[in-house]
Nanobody, 125 residues
Framework: QVQLVESGGGLVQAGGSLRLSCAAS????????MGWFRQAPGKEREFVAS????????YYADSVKGRFAISRDNAKNTVYLQMNSLKPEDTAVYYC??????????????????WGQGTQVTVSS
């Protein structure tokens, strides 16, 4: 079956960096668009970044543009999220997701078919 496993979360001070990884199995990875979403306590899940089959097509939420970078390694079935200049408001559980068609748009969680279990990112001030 399809599995998405995130790693790399943790506690970091404001201004610091983290790199999240999401290893995929059970699917033809190169055929899927991959996205990162996050959910803070009491808030809805929100779009962070997405990449289609090649990293030439990447999309970012305005709140992370210029600080975060999404990339993928199709040979390793892995998508990454490099997070720099972290802020306390970036604190959330971060989820990776996989989708083929993205009918509702790359920013909509409903477009994605598979989800990981999430990894906690906490940014202290």
């Amino acid at each position: 079956q399809v599995q998405l496993v995130e790693s790399g979360g943790g506690l970091v001070q404001a201004g610091g960096s983290l790199r999240l990884s999401c290893a995929a199995s059970g699917l033809t990875f190169s055929s899927y668009a991959m996205g990162w979403f996050r959910q803070a306590p009491g808030k809805e899940r929100e779009f962070v970044a997405s990449t289609r089959w090649s990293v030439s097509s990447t999309y970012y939420a305005d709140s992370v543009k210029g600080r975060f970078a999404i990339s993928r390694d199709n040979a390793k079935n892995t998508v990454y999220l490099q997070m720099n200049s972290l802020k306390p408001e970036d604190t959330a559980v971060y989820y990776c997701a996989a989708g083929v068609v993205l009918r509702q748009g790359y920013y909509n969680p409903g477009s994605y078919d598979y989800w990981g279990q999430g990894t906690q990112v906490t940014v202290s001030s």
